[in-house]
Nanobody
Framework: QVQLVESGGGLVQPGASLRLSCVVS??????RGWYRQASGKMRELVAV????????YLDSVKGRFSIYLDKTNKTVMYLEMNNLKLEDTAVYYC?????????WGQGTGVTVSS
């Protein structure tokens, strides 16, 4: 069993920045990326780091969000979010795979409000 813990969410004003963290319990897990789910909507991919290929971003976050692994600790993945917009309000989840099973964290809430 692999646990994922997200943190870093909060209430911010439009234009602000946040950095979300995802910590996975196993160094052998593959942290795939970040998803989000706004109230009443389907969960959507925000940013993923595929095992093969380049990083992919949701079109609406390109140029504002950046996904990256911690340089010294591969069990930690970040989502740097800049110039936040009202429509970025959602619960953000990270996603990881280990031994062919996929795992989700409990999510961290991001609210962008003026």
């Amino acid at each position: 069993q692999v646990q994922l813990v997200e943190s870093g969410g909060g209430l911010v004003q439009p234009g602000a920045s946040l950095r979300l963290s995802c910590v996975v319990s196993s160094p052998d897990a593959y942290i795939r990326g970040w998803y989000r789910q706004a109230s009443g909507k389907m969960r959507e991919l925000v940013a993923v780091v595929p095992k093969v290929g380049t990083v992919r971003y949701l079109d609406s976050v390109k140029g504002r969000f950046s996904i990256y692994l911690d340089k010294t600790n591969k069990t930690v993945m970040y989502l740097e979010m800049n110039n936040l917009k009202l429509e970025d309000t959602a619960v953000y989840y990270c996603n990881a795979e280990h031994n062919s099973k996929w795992y989700w964290g409990q999510g961290t809430g991001v609210t962008v409000s003026s």
